[in-house]
């Protein structure tokens, strides 16, 4: 889809028409997944605190007739102590398109929705770091599962980093048009990464 547009750029293509009706296709089609989010992110129990909150929306649109919204909230929270951190994001890409190879077929526009999920924990002891994440995506005719665990190691007092990422995924792969298409396709992969700090400017890192 590219790179998503800055905010000036959203900002400006908002203020058309094919901007507004996205907008509101956006606010018809998002699925219950933002109020529930919306639940967790800022109706936090007592024991909880939200040491950071973000949220966003991220417009793309193009001469050709294809328009993409992308909202999105993120939070990251300590729970028990300091040193234990839960994170959690939402995120959805809304696209619409009819551009000239649509109009040519003289079809009806193309729209389609993805959401993706995000959660993690993170556990800091001493001079290690634990971390382990789950992402979900579903989308018309695609279904992702994944997670990652990870281990950093702080050396030399604390100016170099050894970190160890395992990861695997599990998606299920449609058809468009073909409702009994269906195909599984798993991946794993691993990561080590060495960070050095050179100085307060300067850190390299070789993965």
Do not use: K
Not at 108 to 129: A, F, H, K, N
């Amino acid at each position: 889809m590219g790179a998503r547009c800055r905010p000036p750029s959203c900002a400006r293509s908002t203020r058309n028409r094919a901007g507004a009706r996205l907008l509101s296709l956006v606010c018809s089609r998002v699925r219950p997944w933002v109020p529930v989010l919306a639940g967790v992110l800022f109706g936090l129990p007592s024991g909880l605190s939200a040491d950071d909150v973000s949220a966003g929306l991220f417009v793309r649109t193009d001469t050709d007739g294809t328009h993409v919204v992308s909202p999105e909230a993120r939070a990251r929270l300590s729970v028990i102590d300091d040193r234990t951190w839960v994170s959690a994001g939402y995120t959805a890409d809304v696209w619409t398109s009819a551009s000239i190879d649509v109009r040519t077929a003289a079809t009806m526009p193309v729209s389609e929705q993805r959401d993706q999920i995000d959660v993690g924990v993170d556990r800091e002891l001493t001079d290690t770091t634990l971390r382990g994440s789950y992402r979900f995506s579903h989308e018309i005719d695609y279904v992702s599962h994944g997670g990652s665990i990870a281990l950093g190691q702080d050396l030399a007092g604390g100016n170099a980093t050894v970190e160890t990422r395992l990861s695997a995924s599990h998606d299920t792969v449609g058809r468009s048009g073909d409702e009994h298409f269906e195909r599984g396709v798993s991946t794993v992969g691993a990561r080590v990464a060495y960070t050095q700090v050179l100085d307060p400017e300067t850190v390299v890192q070789g993965a």
